[in-house]
């Protein structure tokens, strides 16, 4: 069975950084494409940002650009997603998605479409104080 470990929540001041993990441990195939969500209490969940894990194409939503970057895992089929200057607005729970195909494969939706993911991890806190 694919299970996606998730690691990196934690709690930091306004400025500061996290690196959030993600690995799909058990899975034998190729390219991923990964992406991570958050809920914020009260609030609906949103996706944040996405990548195939060969490295091929990266998505990010625009509060996400130019403070969060991937980066290759250690392991297979892992990714990091480094989080620069947080706001407290980023305060949420992170829940990483896959889906066993690259992100820019979109017949079963953009990657964007919580709906395209077939294996979700369980959550992980990141709390940003001000």
């Known amino acids: 069975d694919v299970r996606l470990v998730e690691s990196g929540g934690a709690s930091v001041p306004a400025g500061g950084s996290l690196r959030l993990s993600c690995t799909a441990s058990?899975?034998?195939?190729?390219?991923?494409?990964m992406a991570w969500f958050r809920q914020a209490p009260g609030k609906d969940r949103e996706a944040v940002a996405a990548?195939?894990?060969?490295?091929?194409?990266?998505y990010y939503t625009a509060s996400a650009e130019g403070r969060f970057t991937f980066s290759q895992g250690d392991a297979k089929n892992s990714l990091y997603l480094q989080m620069n200057s947080l706001k407290p607005e980023d305060t949420a729970v992170y829940f990483c998605?896959?889906?066993?195909?690259?992100?820019?494969?979109?017949?079963?939706?953009?990657?964007?479409?919580?709906?395209?993911?077939?294996?979700w991890g369980q959550g992980t806190q990141v709390t940003v104080s001000s």
């Open positions: 998605a896959a889906d066993p195909v690259p992100c820019y494969s979109t017949y079963r939706g953009l990657w964007r479409d919580e709906s395209r993911y077939v294996y």
């Open positions: 058990g899975y034998t195939g190729s390219t991923m494409c």
């Open positions: 990548s195939s894990t060969g490295g091929t194409d990266s």
